[in-house]
């Protein structure tokens, strides 16, 4: 998925200083950056030997009252 973005730039002494970009892109990249954040947690998580216990669904959901 591309994205395709416009950017004015704003320079102070000759040097590129600043990009402002519409509002939407901006809300477009922090919740890119939100969900990659996630993935991150995610990953690690996932990761670790202490969270490769599992137990099968049918179990969890007699446990919890959800089947018979």
């Known amino acids: ?26 809300k477009a990249i922090q919740r890119a950056l939100e969900d990659y954040e996630d993935l991150k947690i995610l990953r690690k998580t996932k990761a670790d030997p202490r969270n490769k216990k599992g137990e099968p669904f049918i179990n969890v959901a007699k446990r919890l009252g959800l089947i018979d």
């Open 1 to 26: 998925m591309g994205v395709v973005m416009t950017a004015q730039i704003i320079e102070k002494n000759g040097r590129k200083e600043f990009a402002v970009i519409p509002y939407k892109d901006y």
